[in-house]
């Protein structure tokens, strides 16, 4: 109800009132004099209303008011979107492209129903997913007219009144698809881009490697959905931009074989899926590295060494899950394959029997790839060593010795620590004490042996017992005696003290013999104590290597030449007996005769031979032999003349 007009009628005279609202007719109202106007009551419609009073008095005088009446509308509209025959998804209404058309305007979707406490004076919508716009903002709107691309767009509906007031939206999905002629097609990566096999990167298990993806011929240009899925792992959605390629996959795979899976989806729903294999191998062998071998000592009396610490082998892969076995082969045996983590270590202290055990790690990576070593453990018993073989040599030119390193014994079994002891013919004991890293034996070095044979003793000793063995080196001295002597030496026949002349020749005798001296000293007589053909250490420049000059012995001979008989008439040519195998001087021989020439009266050439033996018999045989020439010269030759 609107407040009334008043009117202040002091002459309580007579009046008349009306009202106009807006352009409806006009409306006249009772009064009573001395009453109050009535106030207007009525409905207004929503919106601005404009009220016109007028009041004319008896004098027929007018008076006017004016009002507005404003009636708001602040009651949204309500606007309700089509239910599809989709049980599981009722907002989604689907339409088929007829051809091969990338747009398609959809027929037979149903249209929103709507109402407000007023009028609902417009109806728009917009447009989002495969399709994106707007309506006219104007009017009644509604899909059923407008252009669709190929896929899913979403049609958000509201209603407008006459006040402004909008509705809540409520939405549609319109799904255009090309299933008879689709202009979508997928191509997958092929060869090497399908089947990829790539390597471990140095030192890890896996590798960086970029899968190719899909190629996608998108002719329509039609929103898709792609993803992927990588053995069991989630799937994983690409983002994507229509018009552009499908990023590749670029990260990490450890080795081994990886199945990817590409899911592409079209606009229209259809489903594309692509295949690839990514192959990681690994070519790395893993690293393993035993211990150093090591020998030991058996018990003391035992067969075995007890309580030998076995270190265990260094390993690594690029890969985790190796698995490390052993086995043990030789003197003692074993195997090792059963710890549940797969590494299998020698147990240590064990107890190892006399003589070699080898010790063969493997190791086995997650790829197949073996890699071994070994390592041995040795158990000894006491020493056991075998001298080199005896040496027999001369002495060294100029020397009475023989200077050489005789070597040293090899040691065939024994654990370290070894005391070798060895003693040179007669001398003092020499003592090293072995080790691991300095084991043994110890070198004699050169060494003068002297004339004769002298043995060499070693002696191994360690805490399982001892062994020995002998080494002679025999040095001969072959080396013969040296001296000088003189090339030459002359010496007259004996000198005739007397002749007598005989006159009367002795015609039986040719030539005449004259008979100067019976008989003529056609010789040279060297007497038992002339020293001439001796030798004299000094002067005859005596030399040995290992004796001294007084035991030197003088061996000589003598070699007589022929001479001319001077007694017969044929002078035929006779040759005194050489004077053979001696030794000493030749003074205490005796006297000896050199006889000359006392036919022809020419030189007569007599030949001595002298070699030296020395203490120790050389030579033997084959010696060097220096002879001097004695040259015997004839008398005068005395004739008789007429």
Not at 99 to 111: A, M, R, S, T
Not at 162 to 171: E, F, K, L, M, T
Not at 274 to 302: E, R
Request: with cysteine.
């Amino acid at each position: 109800m609107m407040q009334r007009a008043t009117a202040d009628n002091f002459c309580v005279e007579v009046f008349s009132v009306s009202y106009q609202i807006d352009a409806d007719p006009v409306v006249s109202v009772p009064v009573v004099v001395g009453s109050p106007i009535p106030p207007i009551s009525r409905r207004f419609t929503v919106g601005l209303h404009t009220i016109t009073w007028t009041i004319v008095n008896a004098s027929g005088t007018p008076y006017t008011c004016t009002q507005t009446v404003t009636v708001t509308d602040s009651q949204l509209p309500t606007i309700t979107c089509p239910v599809s025959s989709n049980v599981t998804d009722p907002d989604l209404f689907e339409d088929f492209v007829s051809g091969n058309g990338c747009i398609w305007i959809p027929v037979g979707i149903p249209n929103p129903t709507f109402g407000d406490n007023c009028t609902v004076v417009a109806v728009t919508y917009t447009l989002s997913g495969a399709t994106v716009g707007v309506s006219p903002a104007t009017g009644f709107n509604y899909v059923s007219g407008a252009t669709l691309n190929l896929g899913i767009t979403t049609v958000t509906y509201t209603a407008h009144d006459a006040a402004g007031n909008s509705s809540a939206p409520c939405a549609i999905r319109v799904w255009i698809k090309n299933i008879a002629n689709p202009r979508f097609t997928v191509t997958c990566p092929a060869g090497t881009d399908k089947d990829i096999v790539v390597s471990a990167e140095t030192g890890v298990c896996d590798a960086a490697v970029t899968v190719p993806s899909p190629v996608i011929d998108n002719f329509c240009v039609e929103v898709f959905s792609v993803s992927y899925q990588i053995d069991a792992d989630p799937v994983v959605s690409v983002p994507v931009v229509v018009g552009s390629p499908i990023p590749p996959i670029s990260r990490r795979f450890t080795v081994g074989l990886h199945n990817i899976t590409w899911t592409i989806i079209s606009a229209s729903g259809t489903p594309y899926t692509c295949i690839q294999k990514v192959t990681v191998t690994d070519m790395q062998l893993p690293s393993l590295t035993c211990p150093a071998s090591k020998i030991v000592a058996a018990d003391n009396g035992k067969s075995f060494a007890s309580n030998v610490q076995v270190l265990p082998p260094t390993y690594s892969d690029n890969c985790p899950n190796a698995v490390l076995t052993w086995i043990m082969t030789g003197e003692t045996t074993g195997t090792g394959t059963g710890d549940p983590s797969g590494i299998n270590i020698v147990p240590s202290p064990n107890t190892f029997n006399v003589g070699v055990t080898t010790i063969r790690y493997t190791l086995t990576d997650v790829s197949n790839n073996p890699v071994t070593c070994s390592f041995t453990i040795t158990v000894t018993s006491q020493p056991d060593i075998t001298c080199l073989l005896d040496i027999v040599h001369d002495t060294d030119p100029g020397e009475c010795n023989y200077t050489v390193n005789p070597g040293a014994p090899v040691l065939n079994d024994g654990a370290q620590p070894i005391d070798w002891t060895y003693t040179i013919g007669g001398g003092l004991p020499v003592t090293f004490v072995g080790s691991i890293g300095n084991p043994g034996p110890p070198d004699i070095g050169d060494y003068d042996f002297p004339v004769g044979i002298t043995t060499i003793t070693w002696t191994a000793t360690n805490s399982s017992g001892s062994d020995q063995c002998t080494q002679t080196v025999t040095v001969a001295d072959n080396e013969p005696p040296t001296f000088t002597t003189a090339n030459t030496v002359s010496y007259c026949v004996e000198n005739i003290q007397n002749a007598v002349y005989n006159p009367t020749p002795n015609l039986s005798i040719t030539p005449e013999y004259d008979d100067l001296t019976t008989p003529r000293p056609e010789y040279y007589r060297l007497t038992a104590t002339s020293k001439l053909l001796d030798l004299d250490p000094v002067a005859n420049n005596f030399n040995d290597n290992c004796c001294a000059d007084n035991l030197l012995i003088i061996h000589w001979e003598i070699i007589f030449a022929s001479t001319p008989n001077p007694a017969t008439a044929a002078h035929e040519l006779v040759t005194k007996p050489a004077i053979l195998g001696q030794t000493g001087q030749p003074s205490a021989y005796g006297d000896i005769d050199f006889p000359g020439d006392g036919v022809n009266f020419t030189d007569i050439i007599h030949q001595i031979n002298y070699w030296l033996e020395d203490c120790n018999g050389n030579p033997a045989s084959n010696p060097v032999i220096h002879t001097v020439n004695i040259i015997i010269k004839p008398r005068p030759n005395v004739v008789k003349v007429p």
